[in-house]
């Protein structure tokens, strides 16, 4: 009897596993075809795009950190993952894992100046090589976006 409740939990627990989502990976993003779902300007500097996924597995797309932080205010969506450019790498790294410098003088398509590192450390060291201010990924959310703007294009809504 014990061996047939072990190989019903073993086999309820397999079935289980099975079920459960894999994690949300970055979407390719191609440059010149895809537009900000923000701004709704085209994608053209890969390495300053971000994006999110959302609970039902829809992509959106965004040309500058920025403009995803602009969503998400505004928006407030449910989301399984996010994702950035890590400043240094140019790789994809975790949204919310991560930790952003500001400084008018870092470049990006709609001028908010920001830039995502992978780690507080970091950050830290851009910081004080170049200058900015340093926010968490819950600064940033709490921050008046339209304050960061270098006099740079603006949203064409």
């Keep these: 009897m014990k061996f047939k409740v072990l ?3 073993g086999g309820f627990l397999l079935l289980l596993a099975g079920c459960q989502s894999k994690a949300a990976a970055p979407i390719e993003i ?7 779902a923000e701004c709704k300007m085209g ?3 890969l390495k300053s795009a971000a994006q999110i996924i959302l609970k039902d597995g829809k992509p959106l797309l965004f040309d500058d950190i920025g403009c995803m932080i602009t969503y998400l205010q505004q928006n407030s969506p449910k989301y399984q993952a996010a994702f950035i450019h890590d400043y240094q790498t140019k790789e994809w ?5 991560s930790t952003f ?3 008018s003088s ?3 398509p709609m001028s908010y100046g920001i830039a995502g590192f992978d780690s507080e450390e970091k950050a830290a060291q851009f910081k004080e090589k170049d200058g900015g201010e340093l926010y968490s990924k819950e600064e940033l959310l709490k921050a008046e976006m339209k304050s960061f703007k270098s006099g740079g294009m603006e949203h064409g809504h």
């Excluded at 790294?93 to 894992?97: E, L, S």
């Design 7 to 9: 190989i019903l939990m």
């Design 30 to 36: 191609n440059a010149n075809e895809e537009s900000c």
């Design 43 to 45: 994608i053209e500097e």
């Design 93 to 97: 790294i975790d949204f919310d894992k």
């Design 101 to 103: 410098v500001q400084n």
């Design 106 to 108: 870092i470049e990006s």
